[in-house]
């Protein structure tokens, strides 16, 4: 087990980093994600033996907007097996913005790249197992009970709606990947229940025990109980190393070293083996979409307590 921070140092580190708060901008694509305060920071770590401590707005709850996709990812692995998942989604890299469509057509048989950039993370949800949106939605929702033991956990309506309405660009994907044969059923379904994943709410500590999780090899840390296969759990903590961060996960692997994933909303999740979850949230964004104080804080954390994985 790596060394412990105190409650006092992650307040002291908190303020430390308040300053580039404003370094960055609030998504405003997604018209609802407009409305969130800059200055609405908070981060929180959960150890493997279970205690957490935090820091900032820690109750306030924020979208998990693209870190879906790993949980996403898990699910689909569950219902699916590897074979499935990766017949339809890549496993490589990108180096182009999470929303780019570029790629898809550089392939054939068409295939996203990987499943956390839009398109690969489309086509996962698309194989979450279900009939209906609600029902897909429904099962993700149940698996982040399991993993937070939290059971009020739900989704922004505001969110999902003021996405559903102005995704053009991910409506062009999924489209594309209909042409292809990538996704099956309706586009407008799917679409549905992506926005719907993507406007799941938490806070840091659901968020960090949820890192905790994947550091713990897909095991609850109190009952023990395996609630993603460790196997399935190493896959989504290498897509966060080689893709949790966009066309930053480079530079992010070699400053950092912690599989991570961001999303639009300004959260970050992070997790270590033998040493636990981290989640930070923060919602100015740099121009890659990625949390500027969460950047930051997590790098400061990685180099004062050494959690690179490499
Ligand atoms: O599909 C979208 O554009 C959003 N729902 C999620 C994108 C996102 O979070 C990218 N991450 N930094």
Not at 200 to 219: Q, T
Not at 242 to 260: E, L, N, Q, R, W
Request: charged share 20%; hydrophobic share 40%.
């Amino acid at each position: 087990m790596r060394k412990k921070l105190t409650k006092e140092i992650l307040e002291e580190w908190l303020e430390n980093v308040r300053p580039f708060a404003y370094d960055g901008q609030v998504a405003d694509y997604i018209p609802a994600l407009s409305k969130q305060d800059p200055e609405d920071l908070a981060v929180s770590i959960y150890y493997l033996d279970g205690e957490c401590i935090h820091a900032g707005k820690v109750e306030n709850c924020f979208t998990l907007q693209s870190i879906s996709k790993v949980i996403a990812l898990a699910l689909a692995l569950i219902d699916n097996g590897e074979d499935y998942v990766f017949g339809r989604v890549g496993m490589e890299p990108t180096g182009d913005p999470f929303h780019s469509i570029y790629r898809l057509e550089q392939h054939r048989p068409s295939k996203p790249l990987n499943p956390m950039i839009n398109a690969g993370a489309l086509a996962v949800s698309n194989m979450i197992r279900g009939v209906t949106p609600d029902e897909k939605v429904g099962r993700l929702l149940s698996f982040i009970h399991e993993m937070t033991d939290d059971h009020s956990i739900s989704f922004s309506r505001e969110v999902a709606s003021s996405e559903f309405e102005t995704a053009f660009l991910n409506r062009s994907l999924l489209y594309y990947l209909k042409q292809h044969k990538v996704v099956t059923g309706s586009v407008e379904e799917t679409l549905d229940a992506y926005t719907k994943q993507c406007s799941i709410e938490l806070n840091v500590r659901h968020l960090s025990k949820i890192g905790a999780l994947f550091a713990n090899e897909g095991k609850d840390l109190h009952s023990g109980r395996q609630i993603i296969p460790k196997h399935f759990a190493r896959i989504c903590k290498t897509f966060m190393v080689t893709c949790g961060m966009y066309d930053a996960s480079g530079a992010f692997a070699i400053k950092v070293g912690i599989p991570a994933k961001s999303g639009v909303s300004g959260g970050v999740l992070g997790s270590v083996n033998g040493f636990g979850g981290i989640a930070v949230y923060g919602p100015a964004l740099d121009t890659k979409g990625n949390s500027v104080v969460g950047l930051k804080l997590i790098e400061m954390l990685s180099n004062r307590y050494d959690l690179s994985i490499f």
